[in-house]
DNA sequence: ACTGTATCTTAACGCTGTCAAGACTCAAAA
DNA sequence: TTTTGAGTCTTGACAGCGTTAAGATACAGT
């Protein structure tokens, strides 16, 4: 009985995700649909629904699944007292915008209009995005702190702001706006730069 | 001969042009189908395939538009020496996310990858965006020129990181992500505060 | 008047997400 | 041990999409 399939797969859910993550990896979201799915894992094609409501639903878990990654990332990218803010934040910038570049489609779908504007986001996708967004707010409201205590700004604005340069900047990364190459160091260093001399006020 | 429709449609591609926009504007980018624009403008499902080589020829065309348009509002929105950079800037920032809040599809069309990485940009979009950008990174050299005449700064990252920077932004709002609503301000004058602090270095 | 070209139409293909109805499997209740 | 019911998976179908091929129509230039 190891050649033939049993009726029941026994473990759909996690392969599909799994399977769903590498055709993503591979083909892009638009590459991604429900019936190349169910083929690639051995199963018919409307198989998924039986454990994901619809395809968005499992659009949502694998963003989900990218909001802690990036998570992961954030919180072993500390700053550490012996390095100094501007290597830090270099450090930083590069680390996010090379965490876009290397799963470019999952990035998309984390922040992409496919699942937020197009379809309405799992309400387990909401609450794990938005963690993701307070703890990044938390930490700048740290650096804001370290390097002046009295300072006047408002965490959640710089939050905002910060974070939208860095989307932006992959963002054109990832559609080819800008050249994703040799470039990337230059705008990685400048970006730090500019988010080093905001923070300083 | 009033009544009826003649064969030839006699303006079809303006017709096809306008009726996309609208259609954009009303439903965003997925509700836009050829075989739906046939049908708005009275014409066959297949008409617009003898005016555009296909359906991304159409939506380049489109959003070349857009970028006539935001060459239009760069143009017109120049620095006065009777207001002061710090007001200058807010203007500009307040004026962009307002092109891209207005017009949300056609932004999402001018820049998104629909176009940029899902297919290949026509050679025409591709001039015009990058003139686009070219007039922008004047410009920028321009600000920095005019704040200190013997500035370091590389003007092409200067316009590739505050463009990112303003783009971010826009994704947000677009996508659902930030508020769209009265956040809006408060986050255009942080933004216009972070580049000025930039520009002066 | 004729001819060719530009314009427009219908038919069809393969792809998509999704629903409805049926088939199979297995665990627990009777 | 048999029955029942829930969980799992399959096939069939529908509407929509972009696109191509082949044919119909109108008009401009010879």
Redesign the interface.
């Known amino acids: 009985m190891t050649t033939k399939q049993p009726y029941h797969h026994g473990n759909l859910y996690e392969a599909l995700l799994q399977e769903a993550d590498t055709i993503l990896q591979r083909e892009?979201i638009?590459g991604l649909s429900l019936r190349k799915l169910g083929e690639a894992v051995g199963v018919s094609r409307t198989a998924a629904y039986h454990h994901f409501a619809n395809k968005n639903a499992l659009l949502c878990a694998l963003a989900e699944e990218g909001f802690h990654q990036l998570n992961h990332f954030m919180r072993e990218t500390q700053w550490h007292a012996e390095t100094s803010l501007n290597d830090y934040l270099l450090l930083f910038v590069q680390g996010y915008l090379s965490f876009a570049i290397e799963h470019p489609a999952r990035y998309?779908l984390m922040?992409?209009?496919a699942i937020?504007?197009?379809m309405e986001p799992t309400s387990s996708l909401k609450t794990t995005?938005h963690q993701s967004f307070r703890y990044y707010t938390e930490r700048m409201e740290q650096l804001l702190s370290t390097i002046n205590p009295q300072h006047q700004k408002?965490p959640l604005?710089?939050a905002?702001?910060?974070?939208?340069?860095?989307?932006?900047?992959c963002?054109?990364m990832?559609?080819?706006?800008?050249g994703t190459q040799k470039?990337m160091s230059?705008?990685s260093q400048?970006?730090a730069?500019?988010l080093s001399?905001?923070l300083h006020?």
């Open positions: 892009g638009e998309e922040f992409g209009r937020w504007q197009r995005a408002n604005q710089v905002q702001v910060s974070w939208a340069m860095l989307h932006g900047l963002r054109f990832l559609d080819g706006i800008y470039d230059h705008v400048e970006a730069t500019m001399h905001y006020q």
